[in-house]
C-alpha cells in the first residue's frame, strides 16, 4: 500500500530522531571485506543477545550481507567522524587508511571505536524496501569514547549536543 506522503519530509520527520553512527562490516566468499554507515542499529534483546539494522534492498552489497554468517557492528567514537561518509560512499576501497583487527568468521574489525559487537546471522525479517537483519551477539567490547551522534541530518558532538 502506497502512502501520500512526501518523501521529503518524512525523511525530515525521521531525521528527528538522533541516532548513533555504526559502520557494520563481513567478508565476502572471496575473502575481501564489505562495509557501510549504517544508524538503523539497535539492541533487541538480552537473553539471547540479540541486535538488529536494517539495509536497503537496492544498496550495493546488499546480498553480501543478508548472506553473510557473520557480521559486526562498529559503533564509531566522536573521533571517527570521518569513518562514516567514508564508508557511506561509492569509493572502491572503503577500508583504506583503516587499523583493522580480524574477527569471527575472518570479519574485519576497526580498532578503537566506542563499542564493537560480532555477530552470527539470527535471522532476517522482510520490511518494505529494506531487510531487517538480526545479529547474535558472540564477543563485543566497548570503552569510555564519546560516541558519534546523528541528528536531523548533521553530526553532533556528544554530551553537549553541539553540531559538528
Not at 68 to 79: I, M, S
Not at 81 to 86: A, F, N, V
Not at 99 to 124: H, M, N, Y
Request: aromatic share 10%; with cysteine.
Amino acid at each position: 500500500m502506497e502512502s501520500d506522503f512526501d518523501a521529503r519530509d518524512l525523511r525530515n520527520a525521521f531525521g528527528r530522531f538522533a541516532t548513533g553512527v555504526t559502520v557494520v562490516t563481513t567478508i565476502l566468499p572471496s575473502g575481501q571485506p564489505i562495509g557501510l554507515t549504517a544508524n538503523s542499529f539497535s539492541s533487541v534483546s538480552m537473553s539471547p543477545p540479540l541486535v538488529s539494522w536494517n539495509y536497503r534492498r537496492e544498496a550495493l552489497g546488499f546480498a553480501a550481507f543478508v548472506g553473510a554468517q557473520h557480521f559486526a557492528v562498529h559503533v564509531l567514537g566522536q573521533h571517527q567522524l570521518h569513518l562514516s561518509p567514508q564508508f557511506a560512499s561509492s569509493v572502491p576501497d572503503r577500508f583504506q587508511g583503516v587499523e583493522l583487527e580480524t574477527g569471527l568468521g575472518g570479519v574485519p574489525l576497526i580498532k578503537d571505536c566506542a563499542a564493537v559487537f560480532e555477530c552470527r546471522q539470527w535471522s532476517t525479517v522482510e520490511a518494505g524496501d529494506h531487510v531487517i537483519l538480526l545479529g547474535e551477539v558472540l564477543r563485543y567490547m566497548h570503552n569510555d569514547a564519546p560516541p558519534l551522534v546523528f541528528h536531523a541530518g548533521r553530526y553532533m558532538q556528544w554530551p553537549n549536543a553541539q553540531h559538528a
